[in-house]
């Protein structure tokens, strides 16, 4: 593989930092604030986007700040894996700008302006992340899109502001510094670096550390990511739904989860590697452990009215579809399971800008209230019914690229363990029809609260619409037609070289 030396990657990262001044300075002018916001993500994405035909040629692209010690530095790398998020994450921004300014003006939030600060800073964090060359680097930017985004959970400053944003603090630094930290530095004792391999196979450890210890880091690091949103970690989730819906948008498809699910699965494929998960059989343990959330979050989604909590237990389920691919150990499995970081962010982000327009629209949470809504907001609900079929994993839409390559992933693993994950796999495919049917169908085929007309209320502003129904279609193209970002899960995943 070429390695190419090339600023590109800090100037990626750097252009929502940045951007954060001038947003800050301009706090007084709405619109040129929020034209700053967009200017930055186009840049940021236009940038990402440049580096892809180098690394769709095999290569990828290094840079190195500066050393910390040996084997450690704050370095960053692109790679196949890793542009997967940063090319998802940026393009999303631009979205979610245009739909945060509808959401924001329309509700006249206060603070906008630190609200776009944060933004900016938590797109800073996660692709910062996206990119990063090594373990210690990848740490340093999972903390800091901790620290960026708690300002945006407890926005509203009330009582449950507070609460949603110090549980969301608590768990998030707790246990990364309680588990990932401590799991770093002795990862370093035992191998002397911390940079990632140029392959998924090998890892870093050598073949003679003790086992006993790299299957207790290897656990530390599952549950020290607790943005990957698994169980028991999981309830700080739920509680940062007091946050506006864009923040819950930006949570759940976009950065918070989003970097969790892939530092999980960088550091379970690049610092352990498979042959060390295959040795110490860590994999199939951990595919169970994560059917767990998978089956538990979808239960407790059935039971919620509240629309918004229905997703982030939705998003607790979905989130462990990506560590359980990973987890096969097979390579359909482990593509299925990184395809799913894109195919669940367009979807996710899909469904939390429709409840957001929702909101705007109507000033209605509960899908009880919500009987024949979709009658005067069809745009909304049919792409809430695009997103929630991907979600489901039916065709034609990008969910079902993921429950098609994590079934195939699953009839290649040893018997009988394939049974067990298949009827997983059956299971929570049917608990997604139970919690997602029912809101379009209520919506256009249901009846509005008794003594209550729609008098008045018809479609957000076309600055929300617009991104939700995009975001729906693209969910649709990336189901018809994967091979894009299937080229990047190819690269980095090759089945050849198994």
Same mark, same amino acid.
């Given at each position: 593989?070429?390695?190419?030396?090339?600023?590109?990657?800090?100037?990626?990262?750097?252009?929502?930092?940045?951007?954060?001044?001038?947003?800050?300075?301009?706090?007084?002018?709405?619109?040129?604030?929020?034209?700053?916001?967009?200017?930055?993500?186009?840049?940021?994405?236009?940038?990402?986007?440049?580096?892809?035909?180098?690394?769709?040629?095999?290569?990828?692209?290094?840079?190195?700040?500066?050393?910390?010690?040996?084997?450690?530095?704050?370095?960053?790398?692109?790679?196949?894996?890793?542009?997967?998020?940063?090319?998802?994450?940026?393009?999303?921004?631009?979205?979610?700008?245009?739909?945060?300014?509808?959401?924001?003006?329309?509700?006249?939030?206060?603070?906008?302006?630190?609200?776009?600060?944060?933004?900016?800073?938590?797109?800073?964090?996660?692709?910062?992340?996206?990119?990063?060359?090594?373990?210690?680097?990848?740490?340093?930017?999972?903390?800091?899109?901790?620290?960026?985004?708690?300002?945006?959970?407890?926005?509203?400053?009330?009582?449950?502001?507070?609460?949603?944003?110090?549980?969301?603090?608590?768990?998030?630094?707790?246990?990364?510094?309680?588990?990932?930290?401590?799991?770093?530095?002795?990862?370093?004792?035992?191998?002397?670096?911390?940079?990632?391999?140029?392959?998924?196979?090998?890892?870093?450890?050598?073949?003679?550390?003790?086992?006993?210890?790299?299957?207790?880091?290897?656990?530390?690091?599952?549950?020290?990511?607790?943005?990957?949103?698994?169980?028991?970690?999981?309830?700080?989730?739920?509680?940062?739904?007091?946050?506006?819906?864009?923040?819950?948008?930006?949570?759940?498809?976009?950065?918070?989860?989003?970097?969790?699910?892939?530092?999980?699965?960088?550091?379970?494929?690049?610092?352990?590697?498979?042959?060390?998960?295959?040795?110490?059989?860590?994999?199939?343990?951990?595919?169970?452990?994560?059917?767990?959330?998978?089956?538990?979050?979808?239960?407790?989604?059935?039971?919620?009215?509240?629309? #918004?909590?229905? $997703?982030?237990?939705? +998003?607790?389920?979905?989130? *462990?579809?990506?560590?359980? @691919?990973?987890? %096969?150990?097979?390579?359909?499995?482990?593509?299925?399971?990184?395809?799913?970081?894109?195919?669940?962010?367009?979807?996710?982000?899909?469904?939390?800008?429709?409840?957001?327009?929702?909101?705007?629209?109507?000033?209605?949470?509960?899908?009880?209230?919500?009987?024949?809504?979709?009658?005067?907001?069809?745009?909304?609900?049919?792409?809430?019914?695009?997103?929630?079929?991907?979600?489901?994993?039916?065709?034609?839409?990008?969910?079902?690229?993921? #429950?098609?390559? $994590?079934?195939?992933? +699953?009839?290649?693993?040893? *018997?009988?363990?394939?049974? @067990?994950?298949? %009827?997983?796999?059956?299971?929570?495919?049917?608990?997604?029809?139970?919690?997602?049917?029912?809101?379009?169908?209520?919506?256009?085929?249901?009846?509005?609260?008794?003594?209550?007309?729609?008098?008045?209320?018809?479609?957000?502003?076309?600055?929300?619409?617009?991104?939700?129904?995009?975001?729906?279609?693209?969910?649709?193209?990336?189901?018809?037609?994967?091979?894009?970002?299937?080229?990047?899960?190819?690269?980095?995943?090759?089945?050849?070289?198994?």
């Amino acid at each position: 593989m070429q390695t190419i030396i090339s600023i590109k990657p800090v100037l990626a990262i750097l252009a929502s930092l940045v951007c954060v001044l001038f947003i800050m300075v301009s706090r007084n002018k709405p619109n040129v604030r929020e034209g700053w916001a967009l200017f930055a993500a186009i840049i940021k994405f236009a940038i990402i986007a440049s580096m892809v035909p180098e690394i769709l040629g095999g290569s990828r692209i290094e840079y190195t700040l500066f050393q910390v010690l040996p084997g450690i530095s704050v370095k960053f790398i692109v790679d196949a894996f890793g542009m997967v998020f940063a090319l998802v994450a940026s393009f999303l921004w631009i979205l979610a700008v245009f739909y945060s300014a509808g959401y924001m003006r329309g509700l006249e939030e206060h603070a906008q302006t630190r609200f776009n600060s944060c933004f900016a800073l938590a797109l800073f964090g996660a692709v910062g992340g996206a990119m990063a060359g090594n373990f210690f680097t990848l740490y340093l930017f999972y903390e800091i899109v901790s620290i960026c985004t708690y300002p945006l959970v407890a926005h509203h400053q009330d009582e449950e502001g507070y609460e949603g944003g110090k549980k969301y603090i608590v768990y998030l630094t707790t246990t990364a510094k309680g588990l990932i930290l401590p799991a770093m530095i002795l990862t370093y004792v035992l191998c002397g670096t911390l940079e990632f391999p140029d392959n998924i196979m090998t890892g870093i450890f050598p073949v003679d550390a003790n086992p006993t210890l790299v299957t207790i880091l290897f656990i530390c690091c599952i549950l020290g990511f607790a943005k990957n949103g698994v169980m028991p970690f999981h309830n700080w989730l739920p509680g940062a739904m007091v946050a506006p819906t864009p923040v819950s948008a930006l949570l759940h498809a976009v950065a918070v989860v989003k970097i969790g699910v892939f530092a999980t699965t960088r550091v379970m494929l690049y610092v352990f590697g498979v042959e060390t998960m295959t040795r110490l059989n860590l994999g199939i343990p951990t595919a169970y452990f994560v059917s767990f959330t998978i089956l538990t979050a979808s239960i407790i989604a059935l039971t919620k009215d509240n629309l #918004k909590a229905r $997703l982030a237990y939705s +998003t607790v389920s979905q989130l *462990s579809y990506i560590i359980l @691919g990973v987890a %096969l150990l097979t390579p359909s499995g482990v593509q299925g399971g990184i395809i799913h970081i894109a195919n669940h962010a367009f979807s996710k982000i899909t469904l939390f800008f429709c409840a957001g327009a929702i909101y705007v629209a109507s000033h209605k949470k509960s899908i009880s209230e919500m009987g024949g809504l979709g009658k005067v907001m069809p745009f909304t609900f049919a792409a809430f019914g695009i997103a929630s079929l991907s979600m489901i994993g039916a065709p034609p839409v990008a969910g079902f690229v993921t #429950k098609w390559k $994590l079934l195939v992933g +699953t009839m290649d693993m040893p *018997s009988p363990h394939y049974i @067990g994950i298949l %009827l997983v796999l059956l299971a929570s495919t049917l608990l997604n029809v139970g919690y997602f049917a029912p809101v379009t169908f209520k919506a256009f085929f249901g009846k509005p609260p008794e003594g209550e007309v729609y008098e008045g209320v018809k479609e957000a502003p076309l600055s929300m619409v617009i991104p939700l129904f995009l975001t729906a279609i693209i969910s649709v193209v990336i189901g018809i037609y994967p091979d894009f970002l299937m080229k990047f899960i190819q690269l980095a995943i090759p089945i050849n070289g198994w």
